[in-house]
Every structure is written in structure tokens, then in C-alpha cells.
């Protein structure tokens, strides 16, 4: 028996689509409950269909494996995390065995209609409790862009850019799972000449970025060095930290974004564990000038994850406005987790650090519209003819992550959010 949850060659009996997000190398985690019922449970997916982890521990299907009685009926999967990679990976393990198409007497199989449970069927939650969120700047291109547009051309960088993975803290209160809509937030805006007027955003953007879901807390004091950075890591989401342009023009200085930036994010609701990321690992780009010696790592430390970006009319149909790659980043996540904690900053079961936007080389892998159109000096056009220069009442923006190395694929499934129209 092949014991790798990860081997390109492994199928399932399971009826999955061909090209799901969800085959059996991705076993991700959840929170889900069963439509017209309000009770979370913890869960899996595999192509069209959510696993109920609680259903199948009451059945047995995880004996041997040390679960306190209650760790899959929770509201969140901090204390599923907090018992540690050895605990997670075994789950996961034992959820690729049940599903292997080989396995033919496994006597879960048998009872799959009791713990198999049609997409459909179930609703999708935020899947961790969120303490604190840190958002990171650490994309070159993005910081590039930025800087180019609204500072100087010639030297866009800050002098610190290249030496710290740059952060603020972000809030966790307005985090929502992939479905939700929002409305237009108000707020202070300051024309070009005159004072400054109170109303709804003009400029409701989008920011792809993918955030890491933190599995292991720390001490007040205590420093994570960046090459035992992963150990603390469950794993991966996508990310949409909507951002109000022209709220975060006005107030941003001196102490960085806020209201342009707290009113919502948008998180998908399946955790990529970093056991199911692993074939996809890549090197991340050459940094010069070197890093200090606490943020220096050794290897492959960032994943190859294709991500894009549609945006969505009211009543029309998707069209892509970008694409990029997590592998673009400059900063890899071991960086920043070490640079988080060098201060003694602790960290806690189910913190989210997410990358900050994710742009890559060319004009189409900008990843906010503000890159896009170029500081509103250029329009994006959808399929249906309309132009863009900001999100728009009632478009819906989705933003998808896929790895794959030609064996094999995996995704994240959308992270998806609507924009309402500002309230009166
Ligand atoms: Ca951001």
C-alpha cells in the first residue's frame, strides 16, 4: 500500500469532475454545516463533495488516531490545528486511504452515505477563529507600481523595502468567507483641490493576495527562526483585501491604512495544508542585496500557485482581468514569520498573515485594479464591453488559485465576494 497522500497516481472512487480543485491530493480542512441547519462541523472536500469529519468519527473511521471526542463539532479548527502537524497529517492520511479507489473493503466506504454530503447540500464557513490579521507588502512588483505611480519613477522602492517584509496590522473583524456581500463603505475623501467631504468611496478596489493560517502559537518573547518557520504554518487561503482607494489616499499618512482597508476581506474556505502544497514548492526570486542573517533561508521556500482574477457584472458573465503567481513574491512566508516574532511579538492558533498584493511582471499580472488601469489613467475592459477603473456596485470578483506541475493539479476553489451599493 502507497502511503503518500500526495501520489500523482492515486484515484479515488469517488465521482469527481476531471478538472476539480479537489482531487484526492488536495484533502484541504473546513468548517461546513448541512443546509437549514445552523451546526458547524469540521470538513474535508473532494471534487463535488464535502466530508463530514465528525459524522465519520462517530463511525469510527479515525480510530487509532489520538482526537479528543469533541475536536470536529467546533465552530473553528483552532483546536484541530493546535494539536500539531503529526495529528493533522495522520487525519489527512487516513481521509486519502478511505477515498482510495483500491480500497474496495474499507468498511467506511460502506457507510459513505452517512458522511459523503453533496456540495449542495452544505454551507461553507470561515474555517478558523482569526485573532490577528498581519498583512505584508511583499510583492517587488506591487511595491514597484505603487511607489512608481505615486512617489518617485526614478527610485520607487523605500530604503527599507529590500531589507524588512514590510507589514501593518490589518483587522480580523471584518474577514468573511467566500460568498458574502458588502456594502460600498463611506468615508472621508479628498478631492483633488478643496476640502475634504464625507461620502460613499469612488474607488472600491480588489487586492489579490494569499494568506497562511498560523497552526502553532508562540510565547510572548520567543523568536521564530526562519528555518523552522513552516513547522507554525497549517496552511494556505486566498485572499481579497478590498481596499478604498480614495479613503486610503487621504488618510494614510503618517500611520499607514485603515478605514481604507477594515470594512471587508474576503477569505476562500478550504485550508491547502503545506503537505498537499509540497510538489508544488519553488524557489522564490534572487534577493540582493542579502538579507539580514534572521531572515536569510536555504532552499525552496515559496509554492508555485497560478492565481487570477475575474470580475463579474450584475447579470453578466466573468471576465479575467489578471493573472499571476504566489512564486512572484519577494518575501517568502518563512521571512515574515520570522520577522513577525523577531521582536518577541507572540503569535496564536489561527492568526492569518496574509502576502499583501501579488503582482507579477507583466501589466496583465497586476493584482488590484489600481496597477491595472494604472492609477486611473486607463480603463479594463470586461467581455461584455463594459469598462473598469474601480470595482463597480454589483460586480462580483473572484480570484482562484491552482497548482500544477504536469503530474498533477490542485486548487483552492473561489474566494468570492459581491459589492452592494453604499447604504443611504
Ligand atoms: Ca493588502
Known amino acids: 500500500m502507497n502511503s503518500n497522500p500526495n501520489d500523482p497516481d492515486l484515484e479515488t472512487w469517488v465521482d469527481i469532475p476531471g478538472n476539480t480543485d479537489f482531487p484526492i491530493q488536495n484533502l484541504p ?57 503529526g495529528i493533522t497529517r495522520a487525519v489527512r492520511q487516513r481521509l486519502s486511504e478511505i477515498l482510495r479507489k483500491q480500497h474496495t473493503e474499507h468498511p467506511m466506504r460502506a457507510l459513505a452515505g452517512q458522511w459523503l454530503l453533496d456540495l449542495s447540500a452544505t454551507r461553507q464557513l470561515l474555517p478558523v ?3 490577528d490579521y498581519t498583512d505584508f507588502y511583499s510583492s517587488l512588483e506591487h511595491a514597484t507600481n505603487v511607489g512608481t505611480m505615486f512617489r518617485d519613477p526614478t527610485n520607487p522602492l523605500l530604503p527599507n523595502w529590500k531589507h524588512i517584509p514590510v507589514g501593518y496590522h490589518g483587522r480580523s ?59 507554525y504554518i497549517f496552511g494556505l487561503v486566498l485572499f481579497n483585501d478590498w481596499s478604498a482607494r480614495d479613503i486610503q489616499k487621504w488618510e494614510y499618512v503618517p500611520l499607514g491604512p485603515f478605514l481604507g482597508k477594515n470594512f471587508a476581506s474576503t477569505m476562500s474556505p478550504w485550508i491547502v495544508t503545506m503537505d498537499a502544497l509540497e510538489p508544488y514548492r519553488t524557489q522564490g526570486p534572487v534577493q540582493d542585496p542579502p538579507v539580514l542573517p534572521y531572515l536569510q533561508t536555504e532552499g525552496a521556500h515559496t509554492y508555485d500557485i497560478d492565481l487570477e482574477v475575474l470580475i463579474q457584472p450584475f447579470d453578466g458573465a466573468p471576465s479575467r482581468v489578471c493573472r ?32 499583501g498584493t501579488i503582482s507579477g511582471p507583466t501589466p496583465d499580472s497586476f493584482g488590484s485594479m489600481l496597477e491595472l488601469c494604472w492609477g486611473g489613467t486607463r480603463f479594463v475592459t470586461l467581455s461584455d464591453g463594459s469598462e473598469r477603473k474601480s470595482i463597480q456596485d454589483g460586480d462580483t470578483v473572484i480570484l482562484r488559485g491552482i497548482c500544477q506541475n504536469g503530474v498533477t493539479r490542485i486548487g483552492f476553489g473561489d474566494c468570492v465576494a459581491t459589492l452592494l451599493p453604499a447604504k443611504s
Not at 58 to 72: A, K, R, T
Not at 328 to 334: A, I, T, V
Open 29 to 85: 480542512f473546513g468548517i461546513s454545516s448541512r443546509v437549514g441547519d445552523d451546526k458547524p462541523f469540521a470538513a474535508s472536500r473532494i471534487g463535488d463533495q464535502v466530508i463530514d469529519l465528525a459524522r465519520l468519527a462517530e463511525l469510527g473511521g479515525f480510530s487509532g488516531i489520538d482526537l479528543p471526542g469533541d475536536i470536529f463539532t467546533q465552530k473553528d479548527l483552532n483546536a484541530f490545528m493546535a494539536l500539531g502537524n
Open 129 to 131: 477563529s482569526i485573532g
Open 173 to 231: 473583524s471584518s474577514i468573511r468567507v467566500s460568498g458574502h456581500a458588502f456594502h460600498r463603505p463611506h468615508g472621508q475623501l479628498k478631492p483633488q483641490e478643496g476640502d475634504p467631504e464625507y461620502g460613499p468611496s469612488k474607488m472600491v478596489d480588489f487586492e489579490l493576495e494569499v494568506g497562511f493560517i498560523l497552526g502553532q502559537s508562540t510565547e510572548m518573547g520567543e523568536q521564530i527562526p526562519a528555518s523552522r518557520a513552516e513547522e
Open 324 to 355: 499571476s503567481n504566489f512564486k512572484y513574491l519577494y518575501w517568502n512566508m518563512c521571512q515574515q514569520l520570522a520577522h513577525h516574532t523577531v521582536n518577541g511579538c507572540n503569535m496564536e492558533v489561527g492568526d492569518l498573515c496574509a502576502s
